[in-house]
């Protein structure tokens, strides 16, 4: 467990709920990376909405496609897909448009034809996306 994620963003806070996975060791761990830990309060299922919901796109998205076969391959295939839900997966509360803020506002619509339409593959296929040349 690090405090400083693979896209460069520190960890400050981590928001867990009670469950008896995050035990003492795991909030031990937290607090030597200076990460300090949240319990949700107690019988509030809706407290933890917006996590659930991305584990849910991650587990049906991505891992209901695999069997993973241990930490590293885990990471391997999660770096994956989080540079593809960052950088490529469209976001319909953002116009279709990923979370990327480096990518343009607007997309043209000016019709092309099928043969500019460039795929772009990754996890062996399971994750697609479609651009055109500039």
Do not use: W
């Amino acid at each position: 467990m690090s405090s400083k994620p693979a896209r460069g963003l520190p960890v400050a806070t981590m928001q867990m709920d009670h469950d008896t996975k995050f035990g003492k060791p795991v909030r031990a761990k937290l607090k030597s990376l200076r990460v300090i830990s949240r319990l949700t309060t107690l019988c509030s299922p809706n407290l933890n909405a917006y996590v659930e919901r991305v584990i849910q796109t991650i587990q049906t998205e991505c891992l209901d496609h695999f069997l993973v076969f241990g930490t590293k391959h885990l990471d391997v295939i999660m770096k994956e897909f989080v540079d593809f839900y960052h950088d490529s997966r469209p976001h319909q509360s953002l116009d279709n448009r990923p979370p990327d803020k480096r990518k343009p506002d607007k997309f043209e619509t000016d019709l092309i034809s099928l043969n500019q339409v460039r795929c772009q593959q990754r996890l062996g296929g399971l994750l697609k996306s479609y651009s055109r040349p500039a």
